[in-house]
C-alpha cells in the first residue's frame, strides 16, 4: 500500500522562488502544487486540500493577509507566511491573523524544509506526559479532548489551528510551571530562536489563545503571564489529591 503523501501548497508571485521549492519539497518526499496569486491561491486550496500551505506575503489580486484570513474562515491547515517586508510589526500581522510562523526572504531553502517538518511532525504529535491517560482534562467549562485534539468551552467547540493546540497541550501537560518562551519555541516550533523578535511568535499565539478561551483575555485566569520567564497554565488539581 502506498504510503500518503503530504501535499504542500507554494504561493508566490515570483516564479523562480515556485520552481525552486516545488523541486526540492518534490525531492524530499512532498507533493507540491503550487499558485502564483492569491484568488489562484484559493482557488487551488480547495480543488487539491493541502496538508500545509507556504504562502508569500506581496502578492497580486489577493496579498497573503488577505488568503490567510480567508483560509482562517474554513480552515486550520498550518500556514507557514514568506515575508520579505523588514518590519517586525508586518511579520507580527500574519500571525495576528492565524498563520503558524513566518519565514524571511531571501531565506535558505533549508531553513523553510526545516519550519515544514516541525509544524507537520508537531501537529501530528499526540499526547504529551503529564496529560491524563483518559486524554480529557477539564477546567472550569474548558475540556480538553488531547485524543481528538478538540477544545470545548461549556458545549461549544473552539476551532483551533495544529499549534494552537500544541501550545495548549505543552503548557498543560505541566501545569502550574512556568516555561520560557524560548522554551516554548523550542518544544512547539522546534526551533532555536536566533533573534529576540522570534519569541513574538509565541507571544501571538499565546494571545490568539486567550482571546478564544479565557472569559476576559485581558485579565487570564487560565494561560498566565511568568513575570520575567514567559507563560504558565494554571495549576490543574487532580481530583486525587481533594482530601
Known sequence: MENHKERILVVDDEASIRRILETRLSMIGY??????DGEEALETFRLTEPDLVVLDVMMPKLDGYGVCQ???KESDIPIIMLTALGDVADRITGLELGADDYVVKPFSPKELEARIRSVLRRIDKNGASG????GV???ASIRIDTNKRQVYKGDERIRLTGMEFSLLELLVS???EPFSRSEILQEVWGYTPERHVDTRVVDVHISRLRAKLEDDPSNPELILTARGTGYLFQRIIDPSEVG
Open 70 to 72: 480567508e483560509l482562517r
Open 31 to 36: 507533493d507540491v502544487v503550487t499558485a502564483a
Open 174 to 176: 505541566r501545569s502550574g
Open 137 to 139: 482534562i477539564q477546567i
Open 131 to 134: 496529560i491524563p491517560s483518559s
